[in-house]
């Protein structure tokens, strides 16, 4: 009997493990999954802020005009993406910051667990958390955004998707990219890559369509200077980067319509493998030696010594294929007393090609070594080389 008891115990416990893992469970995953996407308003801290509101904004900018899309289907969002170094993506007021940084870092400097938390969920140490936020930069948001945002809660960095309505006060880094919300102190991230269904959690705000709403690419390379629009006059402004407004400049000569929505950037297209270049000639090998200039003598036919011939040559060294070499050649003629066939001025003699086989490698030989024994003495018969013939 107690047997038959623990059985039935141990089959309702498995049981009762299974109802709770489908009940709790992450649920449906893949690109067909639904995701929570949290709808945050202007001024609304959210679910577990980090800190107390630091934005500053009292304007709410004009939005840039939506582009001609389609309307999705209910609940899908359809991935707008956009450079975060795009003119008019932010805005702000001149000479006015939209957030309070030292604020910000005063309230978290208070709270060493959410100090630590809020590092890790940013990505950088602790000790430098003062430094990350004075070197963001003060703006608003012009369109709808989506983001990856952070919570605080027992201690640690929650995590959740959301969209943050048009004039939202955000800090971002010097690749265009938001990386902390002003209006509650959450880190931020670039958003998840799904690409199926939505529950809204939240109350849309007027104007919000799902088909509107942007995601931020950031840049590959550091901007200095961001273009912003001025909310108040719709005119522009040069912010640079990591400035809290101090030091902007009017900039009239842009043309761009500030009312016209942000350029969108096509999608990224995958990666292609990499085809080499045909090479037209292998380089040289790494074992040539440097070449040393050769002597080749070479005579002309003549009638008095039928029979002499050049001493031979003893071969070189093997050298690699395909090292470079450089010859000298220098024709020897016979002497005007000795009786020789005149050569046609129109058909010159002919030399005798020097080939590797033939051309010692090593150090370059004397030149008296190299000259006929039958040859007249003096220096007429022998032609210097000129600086024409040398090929070094």
């Known amino acids: 009997m107690p047997s038959t008891l623990r059985r039935i115990a141990a089959a309702a416990a498995v049981l009762s493990v299974g109802a709770f893992a489908a009940g709790c469970g992450g649920g449906a995953s893949g690109a067909d999954s639904r995701q929570d996407l949290n709808l945050q308003p202007i001024a609304a801290a959210g679910p577990d802020p980090f800190t107390q509101s630091t934005a500053d904004s009292t304007a709410t900018p004009t939005p840039a005009a939506p582009s001609a899309t389609r309307s999705p ?53 602790p000790a430098s958390v003062a430094r990350f936020l004075r070197g ?65 959690k939240g109350k849309p705000w007027p104007g919000y369509h799902a088909d509107r ?29 990591g400035d809290d407004g101090r030091r902007d400049r009017e900039r009239p000569d842009i043309q761009i319509d500030p009312n016209k929505p942000p350029v969108t950037l096509p999608p990224t297209p995958p990666a292609s493998p990499s085809t080499s270049p045909p090479i037209s000639s292998p380089p040289p090998s790494p074992d040539c030696p440097t070449p040393t200039p050769t002597v080749t003598v070479t005579e002309t036919p003549s009638p008095a010594a039928p029979d002499s011939a050049p001493p031979a040559r003893q071969p070189g060294a093997a050298t690699p294929s395909g090292c470079p070499t450089a010859t000298t050649t220098v024709t020897a003629t016979p002497s005007p007393s000795t009786p020789s066939p005149s050569p046609s001025p129109s058909t010159p003699s002919p030399l005798v090609p020097s080939t590797p086989e033939s051309s010692p490698s090593g150090d370059m030989p004397s030149l008296p070594t190299d000259i006929p024994t039958d040859l007249p003495s003096g220096d007429s018969g022998i032609v210097p080389p000129s600086p024409e013939s040398e090929n070094v």
């Open 73 to 125: 289907a209910p609940g899908v969002q359809v991935t707008r993406t956009v450079s975060g170094a795009a003119p008019g993506l932010y805005g702000g007021t001149q000479s006015v910051a939209s957030c309070d940084v030292e604020k910000q870092i005063r309230f978290l400097g208070g709270d060493r667990a959410k100090n630590r938390a809020f590092a890790d969920a940013a990505g950088i140490d």
């Open 136 to 200: 963001l930069t003060p703006v608003v948001l012009r369109n709808d955004t989506r983001v990856t945002n952070h919570g605080f809660r027992d201690g640690s960095a929650t995590s959740f998707q959301s969209v943050l309505q048009a004039g939202t006060a955000v800090l971002v880094d010097d690749h265009g990219a938001p990386r902390v919300r002003c209006a509650c102190g959450n880190p931020l991230k670039p958003p998840n890559s799904h690409q199926g269904e939505w529950n809204d």
């Open 213 to 241: 709403v942007v995601v931020v690419r950031p840049t590959t390379v550091v901007i200095n200077n961001l273009i912003i629009v001025n909310i108040t006059n719709n005119t522009w402004i040069e912010r640079k980067t």
